[in-house]
């Protein structure tokens, strides 16, 4: 059982929202997923996109041998410094 830190795509056309999930790897984008571990909305309102994310399960899933995408490792890098500010 692999486990992937994923985005799985939700909102309207045009307009993306999405859930970062802890699901298999063998499952599909927006199928079953493990845990729910944050939001990103990408297009929010204002300057800046919204991100929210649960650090502490996040560093969890990752020491028990989750892979995280090249996307999903940007938006924890980028948690973690906006929660040290």
Do not use: C, F
């Amino acid at each position: 059982m692999a486990l992937k830190i994923r985005l799985q795509r939700q909102g309207r056309i045009h307009h993306p929202s999405y859930k970062v999930v802890v699901a298999e790897s063998s499952s599909r984008r927006d199928g079953k997923y493990v845990e729910k571990l944050g939001v990103y909305e990408p297009q929010a309102k204002g300057n800046s996109p919204e991100l929210s994310m649960n650090l502490e399960r996040t560093a969890y899933w990752l020491s028990v041998g989750a892979r995280a995408t090249d996307t999903v490792s940007q938006l924890i890098r980028k948690a973690k410094t906006t929660a040290q500010k």
